[in-house]
């Protein structure tokens, strides 16, 4: 999700409600990681947890997806070894 997107989803909140660059980087952060965010619909999950409970939940929620980021980061590193080793074996087979 872009941050346009976001701040449209929230354009309607009474009181109006405005997030600074360092907001949009942690409720990003969360948006990409957190793990109960779906993939279908998880704007709108992030745009509600936003108006319903302001950014302190999305701080409470950072350290939890970036370990996930981290996890998925070193799963990607492995996944690419694996990607090697496998094609190492192919060449060796013949």
């Known amino acids: ?4 997107e976001f701040e449209e989803l ?3 909140a009474k009181p109006k409600r405005t997030i600074t660059d360092e907001q949009w980087v942690v409720i990003h952060q969360v948006y990409q990681f957190y793990p ?3 993939y279908v619909g998880g704007k709108g999950q992030v745009a ?3 108006l319903e409970h ?3 939940i999305f ?3 950072l350290p939890r997806a970036e370990k996930l980021a981290e996890l998925d980061h070193i799963k990607h590193r492995y996944m690419v070894e694996i990607e090697t080793v496998e094609k190492q074996i192919k060449e060796l087979e013949g």
Not at 1 to 4: I, K, N, Q, S
């Open 10 to 12: 929230i354009q309607g």
């Open 1 to 4: 999700m872009m941050r346009d």
């Open 36 to 38: 109960t965010i779906k």
């Open 48 to 50: 509600h947890l936003f």
């Open 59 to 61: 701080q409470d929620m």
């Open 54 to 56: 302001g950014f302190a």
